[in-house]
């Protein structure tokens, strides 16, 4: 089961790279709430955790300048980055610059966030396993963390 689902992600992230050239792969569905993210965030939720795929798929657009708080993921998170260009950034590294056809992979119980950069749209689609729970939602990104960074 686990080879299969691996397999499944993996071509899953290879057919969204060859698809990110187009633009619109998909509605970017209602804005979401300004709980736990600046600025303005669409979300459509692609496809929700059931009794046989433990992990949720969504598609994330982000306007310029929106970002979300600082979280982490029980599970983990893959993210396929599939318009515009914007920041990801792990407690205690660097923050880096991420772009359209790009995967991250938020690691398991690790501090982060991600978001758009000042003047491009970030759009990705995140797969997040849900066996382990759910996100954990931390503080705010200050705009020293946002800006500050060297690229
Ligand atoms: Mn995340």
Redesign the pocket.
């Known amino acids: 089961m686990q080879i299969l689902r691996i397999v499944f992600i993996l071509l899953l992230a290879i057919s969204m790279q060859v698809k990110a050239q187009q633009s619109t792969l998909f509605p970017k569905g209602e804005k979401a709430a300004n709980v736990h993210h600046v600025g303005t965030v669409y979300l459509n939720e692609l496809s929700e955790a059931d009794s046989v795929f433990s992990y949720s798929t969504s598609l994330a657009t982000f306007e310029p300048g929106a970002r ?1 708080d600082w ?3 029980p599970g983990g ?1 893959i ?1 396929m980055i599939t318009q515009g260009v914007g920041y990801y950034q792990e407690k205690g590294k660097a923050r880096q610059t991420v772009r359209q056809g790009e995967i991250i992979k ?1 690691p398991p119980g690790v501090e ?3 978001g758009a950069t000042p003047d491009r749209t970030f759009g990705y689609l ?1 797969t ?1 396993p849900t066996q382990k729970g759910k ?1 954990i939602w931390f503080k705010r990104v200050t705009d020293e963390e946002y800006g500050s960074a060297k690229e």
Do not use: F, K
């Open positions: 979300l979280h982490m993921h998170q993210l938020c982060h966030w991600h995140a997040s996100t």
